[in-house]
């Protein structure tokens, strides 16, 4: 196979590893989402004992619903550079319980021991890093979106020939 073919399918492979991603993301917003709207999530007490302040019963619901709308905004790849920070924000919201309850989430005091509820919001680093690789990819070539200046040619100061 010669390099150009090979360069094909790679960025074509890429581009639907990113429409993959995407759907896989959202998916599992929707999921998690439906089920603390019909009151099944197994997350919703945790949700609420690291809340600040006291909820009431419609708090875990309508997070929910929050999450399918972020799980369908995500699908859609509408309005990715809006969905960034949002997406970025909810996500990050979900460390609070490291913070504001750590023995919840670490064995023996020790963050490197971390409890299934600590490996439960640990892996929100992972739904971040694809939140971010598919809401700053371009829809044609999958790769990062470059401002006018780079995409251009044009070198800054710093840039290195």
Known sequence: MSSSTGSATGERLHRYGLGL?????????V?????????????AALVVDVLPFRAGGW????????????GLWLVSGRARALALPV??????GTFAVLVLTPSVAFA????????????????????????????????????????????????????RV
């Not at 991603?21 to 917003?29: C, E, K, N, P, Q």
């Not at 309508?62 to 399918?68: F, I, K, Q």
């Open 87 to 92: 997406l970025t924000g909810h996500l990050g």
């Open 108 to 159: 023996h005091s020790n963050p490197l021991l971390l409890t299934l509820v600590g490996e439960f919001v640990v892996k929100n680093v992972v739904l971040l890093a694809g939140v971010v690789v598919v809401t700053t990819a371009t829809p044609t070539t999958g790769t990062p979106r470059t401002t006018a200046a780079s995409a251009s040619g044009a070198k800054g100061p710093r840039a």
């Open 21 to 29: 991603l995407r759907a896989g993301l959202g998916g599992v917003f």
């Open 59 to 70: 708090f875990v619901p309508s997070l929910g619903w929050a999450e399918v709308v972020l």
């Open 31 to 43: 999921w998690f989402g439906v089920l603390k709207v019909v009151g099944l999530s197994p997350a």
